[in-house]
């Protein structure tokens, strides 16, 4: 199993920014890729961004420019660097990860941290 923990999250003014991060824990696991996701009252969960073992960046259009993910394979962590936010950036934001622990691979959900960006 691989614990997921997130931290940042909280009340910005429009133009603002925050930063998140999201350690993985446990035990003789390697994380393929992690990422964080949004979900918005009565919306689906979506992408905001996802970065490989690599260092392969995905952004979603919304966010492209204003955010950066990042990651640390060493301490097992995953940043989100958000500037320049907006109302619309309002949601809980939920860090994942495909991880695999020997010849399995399962994909992981934080608790999410709750993002309000007041205008």
């Known amino acids: 199993q691989v614990q997921l923990v997130e931290s940042g999250g909280g009340l910005v003014q429009a133009g603002g920014s925050l930063r998140l991060s999201c350690v993985a824990s446990?035990?003789?696991?390697?994380?393929?890729?992690m990422g964080w996701y949004l979900q918005a009252p009565g919306k689906q969960r979506e992408l905001v961004a996802s970065?490989?073992?690599?260092?392969?960046?995905n952004y979603a259009d919304s966010v492209k420019v204003r955010f950066t993910i990042s990651r640390d394979n060493a301490e097992n962590t995953v940043s989100l660097q958000m500037n320049s936010l907006k109302s619309e950036d309002t949601a809980v934001y939920y860090c994942?990860?495909?991880?695999?622990?020997?010849?399995?691979?399962?994909?992981?959900w934080g608790q999410g941290t709750q993002v309000t960006v007041s205008s």
């Open positions: 970065i490989t073992k690599g260092g392969s960046t």
């Open positions: 994942k990860a495909h991880c695999r622990i020997g010849a399995y691979e399962y994909q992981y």
């Open positions: 446990g035990n003789s696991f390697t994380c393929l890729s």
